[in-house]
T-cell receptor, first 115, second 113 residues
Framework: GAVVSQHPSRVICKSGTSVKIECRSLDFQATTMFWYRQFPKQSLMLMATSNEGSKATYEQGVEKDKFLINHASLTLSTLTVTSAHPEDSSFYIC???????????FGSGTRLTVV | GENVEQHPSTLSVQEGDSAVIKCTYSDSASNYFPWYKQELGKRPQLIIDIRSNVGEKKDQRIAVTLNKTAKHFSLHITETQPEDSAVYFCAAIVSFGNEKLTFGTGTRLTIIP
């Protein structure tokens, strides 16, 4: 089935720095990528939807200038957390529609810790 | 937008017994309802899904039922095993492909040996 590779799996950064998370679709073209954030013991909350070649659509309450999303190719979408603060510490995960099986394929997630 | 409610938030079941998790959705146009199992620090894993044109689907010990009129769907796990312990999320979507999945709040299932 379709696979989405997400990197890094874990990152610790200092407050004020930026972190880039990559999601790459393997063996299929991901024209759409969904970016979720999951705080401990909570559900997955959609942050934004990226579409190849166009601007991302952000959910209400998500700062687009802080969470930069780029989807420049059919196989790569990136999320950059700019000027990270401790409250940005969370589990970030991407997901792309799996048109072969009719479901959604998830990346393996990135555990971000801002100190 | 779509709103998905999930109950219970926690569930403890004796090994071998059945577990049932229920979800309700708000958008009557929703037509795809997947269930995911998530272990700590891991990605959600699809365990079963159902589309709005059927009322029930079964895969070995796991089944899902859908009541479109009442706008609710349920996950049934029979003959539970310790490895079934995890957090389970339901989700709903209006159309597949470019629409976002709306997740339920999750159910932490614990199987007691």
């Amino acid at each position: 089935g379709a696979v989405v590779s997400q990197h890094p799996s874990r990152v610790i950064c200092k407050s004020g720095t930026s972190v880039k998370i990559e999601c790459r679709s393997l063996d299929f073209q991901a024209t759409t990528m969904f970016w979720y954030r999951q705080f401990p013991k909570q559900s997955l909350m959609l942050m934004a939807t990226s579409n190849e070649g166009s601007k991302a659509t952000y959910e209400q309450g998500v700062e687009k200038d802080k969470f930069l999303i780029n989807h420049a190719s059919l196989t790569l979408s990136t999320l950059t957390v700019t000027s990270a603060h401790p409250e940005d510490s969370s589990f970030y995960i991407c997901s792309a529609p799996d048109r072969q099986r009719g479901g959604y394929t998830f990346g393996s997630g990135t555990r971000l810790t801002v100190v | 937008g779509e709103n998905v409610e999930q109950h219970p938030s926690t569930l403890s079941v004796q090994e071998g017994d059945s577990a049932v998790i229920k979800c309700t959705y708000s958008d009557s146009a929703s037509n795809y309802f997947p269930w995911y199992k998530q272990e700590l620090g891991k990605r959600p894993q699809l365990i079963i899904d159902i589309r709005s044109n059927v009322g029930e689907k079964k895969d070995q010990r796991i089944a899902v039922t859908l009541n479109k009129t009442a706008k609710h769907f349920s996950l049934h796990i029979t003959e539970t095993q310790p490895e079934d312990s995890a957090v389970y999320f339901c989700a709903a979507i209006v159309s597949f492909g470019n629409e976002k999945l709306t997740f339920g709040t999750g159910t932490r299932l614990t199987i007691i040996p």
